[in-house]
């Protein structure tokens, strides 16, 4: 089992910044790869970044050049940087890993980004 538990999220005005973390716990050894999702209101949960056990990083068209995502393995953890927040961004961010078959899900944060 892998425990993942997010935080950072808040309520920043547009073109703010806000970073997430994940921290990661339990089997962790074997996790392949860490992601953030996204779920906004009426909406499917959707890939914002993803980053695997190599470094190697891919994100969501609307998110690229704006978010970064970083991990540091001493600390198992996963971060999510966010810079000039728009509305659209406005939902509750996930965090996720894929260990083999398996993945496993945070309770979520939410992010809030006011016009």
């Known amino acids: 089992q892998v425990q993942l538990v997010e935080s950072g999220g808040g309520l920043v005005q547009t073109g703010g910044s806000l970073r997430l973390s994940c921290a990661a716990s339990?089997?962790?050894?074997?996790?392949?790869?860490m992601a953030w999702y996204r779920q906004a209101p009426g909406k499917k949960r959707e890939l914002v970044a993803a980053i695997t056990t190599g470094g190697n990083t891919n994100y969501a068209d609307s998110v690229k050049g704006r978010f970064t995502i970083s991990r540091d393995n001493a600390k198992n953890t996963v971060y999510l940087q966010m810079n000039s927040l728009r509305p659209e961004d406005t939902a509750v961010y996930y965090c996720?890993?894929?260990?083999?078959?398996?993945?496993?899900w945070g309770q979520g944060t939410q992010v809030t980004v006011s016009s």
């Open positions: 996720g890993a894929r260990r083999g078959a398996s993945n496993y």
């Open positions: 339990g089997s962790i050894l074997s996790i392949d790869a």
